[in-house]
């Protein structure tokens, strides 16, 4: 009973490495020769970035570029290290709360963390004979796919070339894409799916089976195929990023900003005179490093109300409203904010509620009697709903940022 035992916990742990969790907020950033702790504090929050999006083209995202400015704000971990050659590495961790909600006010696709696990077989023919790359002998090909699918935050397990492998599985089959041998060899490591990788001194192919192992040999999903015909690290680099591109596009979701606790901020802008001063505002509150996105939630003849979604705090962004030239704070008390922030409903329902008292004349005169009775709930409900938070609105914070263009 022993040994059936250990067996199992054996099977068990060859069989854990499916749909893998990954840690997207951590990073590493090997410091070159003059390199500065800031120029890698940005080099790893790119490194973040592309982990969390699964795309490199995120990076030119306007609003992550604004971001990437001020990456004090995401940085929550540092550290220092060597390498094996001596050289310093920064490590870094970022807050994945503040990553998250980056990456929805950028409208950037994310790639959530739970990722397809895939089991790599490499087999390299240098002219005179075919081997394959196993995890316990390593080598600059194993390394090459953990470096590249570390930074790509795409999960992947090297076979480990024990006696199982070796015996279960020729180069000769992996070379001729043979599916039984390859499916049977595969399945002991249950991933999610299998990359077959063929390399020579001019480049190299592979196929993505993105199946189960065992359903290889059924022939029953053609594989992706794909080359790369620059040498050594630079073509598995090559091909680590069109898999994770491929895995990113296909599992990834665009993250609505109700769907984060993202900061944002009602600001109403008066005294403009013509299209001309609303394009010139829109333009200046774009342009500040604060702001991530905004929306227009009311349009009158000479203001504007906007919701402006926040990369910083509220009270950084408003000190930035206050060095933009034209714009001129106006104060405004507790009454005078909910009527700026409220809406026709809210109206509405005031309107409603007056010509009750006057058609109620026993109500009118308990209303008179009774100065401090509550707003009606209706009333309250509407009035919060439009300052954007949940509780009861606080008399010493305004719910809205009034200014006016000059």
Known sequence: MRYLIVFLLGLFSLGTNAAVKVDLYHTEVVLDQGQSDSDAEIQGMENVIVKVSGNKTALNNPVI???????????TELGRSKTSDNQSVLKLGFNPRQMRELITQAQVAYWPDTRTNVLVWYVED???????????????????????????????????????????????????????????ASSRYQPDAVLVV????????????????????????????????????????????????????????IMSQNSTSSSSVKVQISGLGNAMDFFAVENSLKGLPSVASLDVSKAESDSVVYTVHLLSDENTFEQELNRVG????????????????????????????????????????????????QTPDSVTHNTQAIAGTDSVLDVEKPSILYYRWQ
């Open 65 to 75: 570029k604004k971001a990437l400015s001020n990456t004090s704000q995401y940085l």
């Open 198 to 253: 063929r390399a020579q001194s001019d480049g190299l192919r592979w196929a993505l089976y993105d199946q189960p192992a065992e359903q290889i040999a059924q022939d029953i999903q053609s594989p992706m195929i794909g080359s790369a015909s620059q040498g050594g690290s630079e073509a598995i680099y090559s091909m680590i990023d069109e898999v994770a591109q491929y895995y990113a596009k296909k599992n990834s979701v």
């Open 326 to 373: 034209r714009l001129v704070k106006e104060e405004q008390d507790y009454q005078s904010d909910s009527i700026g922030a409220d809406t026709d409903d809210t109206q509405n329902v005031s309107n409603d509620t007056s010509n009750s008292e006057v058609s109620d004349a026993s109500n009118a005169e308990m209303s008179s009697a009774q100065p401090d009775v």
């Open 126 to 184: 240098d002219g005179y004979q075919r081997t394959i790359s196993w995890e316990n002998v390593g080598g600059e090909s194993v390394d090459a796919i953990k470096k590249e699918a570390d930074l790509r935050g795409l999960p992947v397990t090297i076979p480990v070339g024990d006696f199982d492998d070796v015996t279960n599985i020729e180069p000769s089959d992996l070379w001729g894409s043979f599916l039984k041998p390859i499916s049977e």
